[in-house]
């Protein structure tokens, strides 16, 4: 039981990190990134592609990340040029289309077979009282609450934070003041781009890497950002590590083993539920 | 025998046009296609059917991005059906499908009632992958011992087959068509619109959004239903996450609200891959086109179809505004017994004391202003009498009813009011909203009576071609017809100019002998509330501060010191 609960750090980590990168993103430019993985995908498979051409790992992960936020940095660039005033509902829809687009492209760019991914983090870390923790394991479990707390310092000790948090909350005002929206806007996707292809490549080597598969860890990334309500990182990072310890349990749960990615999502919708019981109406007034 | 009411119909030019287009392609298609084409064609169709359910739930303003989960529910059914060997053929087990899949509909729908837009969307989502999991788990009932499902007599060739398919998807259109012409339909636009505007119309929010859910899962189950008569044993693979995606971002590009916008989505779906595939191009490029054709649609604003029906409207000319007929400029009388009583109503936001143990009466047969400065709580009171402030403390009785517990809408069955913003759902035409809004079966006579009454646009209009003014006269027309007891307008006259205010106060003076309902008229606008209220309350940081006829009222040092400041009233 422990051993699963730990075994599903790994994933659980890296549902946190995802879902920092979407609620960062819907707290910065408004937008549920549903493409978020998929565009850490890009990353990865162009990773995967390059050291398969023979180029060391230490240049193709760069070279995985740059590309990664390109595209990141491309889409940004479409939202803000023709949806700068959209609402986050439009935006979001637009970031499906994103996600079923950029599948698509990479099945066209690197084939519809699933790629053997490199990387340096497989193989345990160590093993104590017959608990082993993967090296992924850690580094995952690790890498959510940094960023965590990486975006919050940034978000309220810098100047580009500030002029972040103002574009987020007024961003007609921010604009009158002089913020230079787009670049920021289109900022915020590549680094949130190169952080979820930086995420995938340590998980990617670890599980089964098609590229759908992949693409879909948005889903649960979306979960734990639901569970932090899309605005607070500790919730998201909680959510996600929660999520996944609860699946590595049930992976050791034989009667619930192949609903193991199915029960926790009703666990949580109905904490939601639950949450949110209470009436609110649409508008404030 | 009870009385049927039958829905009221208006069948227009584009209506007859879209759907005598779709049925003469599909007419065409059953007879010209060769086998290979007419089973593609039929797979266009159960897309269709699915992109046309996609469309209520996308009408009432919400994102479902698990379509195919519904479908599966109802392919799950059909297959389970064939293995029970259970009567009735496959046309039945195709309804048995769609109704398998609208509790699963309504479930969906239930986080709706709490969660909005994307938080939706995401959860949506979330059932999709869940679905993927249990589907995967459960596997289709006959897949393993691949027994078919079988098709009867008339529709077992492949030919028949798609006349089946056509039928289906014109039977589900048809419905939705009619049923779009409905108080129920209305709900569903006017939700997307504002909920607040269509609680306070009299219609449950809950309701709405979850029939919405429902019907959308129907068409998803009975789409799912004929795909296993049609390729006779489904799997897993047909209804995976990411097809629920991609023909949601089909929907968004070709637009699904209209039978004619999902049958060019399923067209797409279908024959876009196959003639790639024939031009020797990988077939992913489809995917990358939808996607382009989503984000193009969205810039435009409007899906392909959705394009198109506001063109043919553009090109109708807009008919002249119907004249007002002026009346007898009569002040209101003063009223008879107490119809609302309201006493010790308390409203508390966080430590703000927003209302404090108001007491007000607003006699039968009247209109009674209510004034004060900004601040005062007047919307607030208006919030509280109309339902909308739950933690209200204190009496409300209207009529010897109680209304204080009640929800929204069904206080509005005696009370309305009228929104200060602007809260006319765009999505309507000027009748359809004013026979949505009066939650009961009116008569065109009726609708036109209350609209030259106080010169509305005529019904054909569209709500969102109507400047604010017209709009705020329309609000209060529609309150009128809903035949209330009471009626409560929050400044109906913003938007208006000086004289139009004037010549509305001199109607809504007229109205407690019209329409047998009391006015309580919110204004900031003296003139006005001089010239149409026989009582008026002053309401000061939350207290009634004054309150009797309004020259004598408006006269009282405390109420000039409210309005002006203390040296005002001391000069």
Known sequence: MLDGAVAGLAGGGAYAALGLCLTLMFRLVRVVNFAQAAIGVIGVYGMALLADAGLPYALAAPAGLLAAGLVAAALGWIMARWFAEAGADQRSAIAIAFLVGLLAVSFLAFGTHPRRVPGPFGGALLTVGGVTVTRAAAVCALLAPALAAGAHLLLTRTAVGLRLRALSERPTTAELLGIPSRRLAVGTWAATGALAAAVLMVVAPQQSADQSSLALMVIPACTAALVGGFRSLTGTVAGGLGLGVMQGVLAHVEDLQQYRDAVPFAVILAILVWSQRREVWDAAR | ?571
């Open chain 2, 1 to 571: 025998m009870p009385h049927v009411e039958m829905p009221h119909v208006e069948i227009r030019r584009a209506d007859l046009l879209t759907g005598g287009a779709v049925l003469a392609v599909i007419a065409v298609a059953a007879v010209a296609l060769p086998g290979y084409w007419l089973f593609l064609a039929t797979s266009a169709l159960v897309a269709a059917i699915a992109l046309r359910g996609l469309g209520v739930v996308g009408q009432a303003g919400m994102n479902s991005l698990c379509q195919l989960s519904f479908a599966a529910v109802g392919a799950w059914t059909v297959a389970r059906l064939n293995v029970m060997a259970a009567p009735g053929g496959l046309v039945l087990w195709v309804a048995a499908g769609g109704l398998a899949a609208v509790p699963f509909g309504a479930l969906i729908g239930l986080p709706a009632l709490r969660l909005r837009g994307v938080h939706l969307a995401v959860v949506t989502l979330g059932f999709a992958a869940t679905a993927d999991v249990v589907v995967a788990a459960l596997r289709f009932p006959g897949a393993t011992t691949f027994q078919q499902v079988p098709r009867p007599g008339p529709i077992a060739t492949d030919r028949g087959y798609f006349v089946f398919a056509a039928l289906v998807f014109a039977l589900v259109c048809g419905a939705l068509w009619l049923v779009d012409r409905t108080r129920a339909g209305a709900a569903w636009r006017a939700v997307r619109f504002s909920e607040r505007a269509t609680a306070a119309a009299g219609t449950s929010v809950a309701r709405t959004k979850l029939t919405a859910f429902a019907a959308s899962a129907f068409a998803a189950g009975v789409a799912g239903g004929v795909l296993a008569g049609q390729i006779g044993t489904v799997t897993a693979q047909n209804f995976q996450t990411i097809n629920s995606l991609a023909l949601f971002v089909v929907a968004v590009m070709a637009g699904s609200r209209y039978a004619g916008g999902a049958l060019f989505g399923g067209l797409l779906m279908t024959f876009v891959p196959e003639v790639l595939k024939r031009l020797g191009v990988p077939q992913d490029w489809a995917n990358v086109l939808f996607a382009a054709g989503a984000v193009q649609a969205l810039t435009q604003g409007a899906s392909v179809s959705e394009g198109l029906a506001r063109r043919l409207r553009a090109r109708r000319p807009a008919p002249p505004a119907a004249a007002v007929p002026r009346g007898e400029a009569a002040k209101a009388p003063p009223g008879g017994g107490p119809l609302l009583t309201v006493t010790g109503l308390t409203v508390r936001y966080g430590k703000v004391t927003a209302l404090q143990d108001v007491d007000l009466t607003v006699p039968e047969g009247t209109v009674m202003g209510l004034i004060g400065p900004n601040g005062a709580g007047k919307s607030t009171l208006t919030d509280a009498l109309s339902g909308f402030l739950p933690g209200a403390t204190g009496q409300i009785t209207l009529a010897g009813r109680r209304l204080d517990g009640l929800p929204v809408h069904r206080r509005a069955a005696h009370l309305r009011r009228t929104f200060q913003q602007d809260r006319v759902p765009t999505g309507l035409t000027v009748g359809a909203y004013l026979r949505f809004a009066a939650r009961r079966r009116v008569g065109r006579g009726e609708v036109a009576e209350v609209c030259a009454f106080l010169g509305c646009p005529p019904p054909d209009r569209h709500v969102g071609d109507l400047d604010v003014g017209s709009r705020r006269l329309l609000e209060v027309a529609a309150a009128l017809l809903a035949r209330p007891r009471l009626v409560v307008l929050d400044e109906p006259a913003a938007g208006l100019t000086h004289a139009d205010s004037l010549a509305l106060a001199d109607r809504l003076a007229e109205v407690p002998a019209r329409y047998g309902a009391s006015v309580l008229l919110i204004e900031h606008d003296l003139d006005m509330v001089r010239r149409a209220c026989a009582h008026v309350a002053v309401l000061d940081f939350g207290r009634v501060i004054a309150a009797g006829p309004p020259a004598a009222t408006l006269a009282e040092p405390e109420v000039a010191r409210a309005y002006l400041g203390d040296e005002a009233a001391l000069a």
